[in-house]
């Protein structure tokens, strides 16, 4: 049986979220059915660009079974975040926005005291 590229109506979507840092953000995206495919760090990227290899390599930013997480998240986590889903036959890409919003002046208090 042949390989077809990822199609539009089995892929689980990433949507956009808002987090008050420094709470982890989370994003979704594989497809649904078999082959389940699944991106890998490699296959999500920041404003076009590849993740942050010193947050891929300390664990604040992670990949596991179709999510990004991203720890301790601050206001320079802010972007469009694309998810590459990949097979023999192609890619499809989508994305979606991480808005995190800055402490409140309560944590900031809590962390300094």
Same mark, same amino acid.
């Given at each position: 049986m042949?390989?077809k590229? #990822?199609?539009? =109506?089995? !892929?689980?979507?990433?949507?956009? @979220?808002? @987090?008050?840092?420094?709470?982890?953000a989370?994003i979704?995206c %594989? $497809? %649904?059915q078999n #082959?389940?495919?699944?991106? $890998?760090?490699d296959d999500?990227?920041?404003?076009?660009?590849?993740?942050?290899?010193?947050? !891929?390599?300390?664990?604040? !930013?992670s =990949?596991s079974? /179709?999510q990004l997480?991203?720890?301790?998240t601050s206001?320079e986590d =802010? /972007?469009t975040?694309?998810? !590459?889903? %990949?097979?023999?036959?192609g890619?499809y890409?989508?994305s979606a926005n991480?808005?995190?919003? /800055?402490e409140t002046q309560?944590?900031?208090?809590?962390?300094t005291h």
């Amino acid at each position: 049986m042949q390989s077809k590229p #990822p199609e539009e =109506s089995n !892929i689980i979507k990433p949507v956009n @979220v808002t @987090v008050r840092a420094p709470a982890a953000a989370r994003i979704r995206c %594989r $497809t %649904r059915q078999n #082959p389940v495919i699944q991106p $890998t760090m490699d296959d999500w990227l920041k404003d076009g660009k590849k993740l942050n290899a010193d947050d !891929i390599a300390t664990g604040r !930013i992670s =990949s596991s079974m /179709g999510q990004l997480v991203i720890k301790s998240t601050s206001e320079e986590d =802010s /972007g469009t975040y694309t998810c !590459i889903l %990949r097979n023999s036959a192609g890619d499809y890409s989508v994305s979606a926005n991480v808005t995190v919003e /800055g402490e409140t002046q309560m944590n900031r208090f809590e962390k300094t005291h």
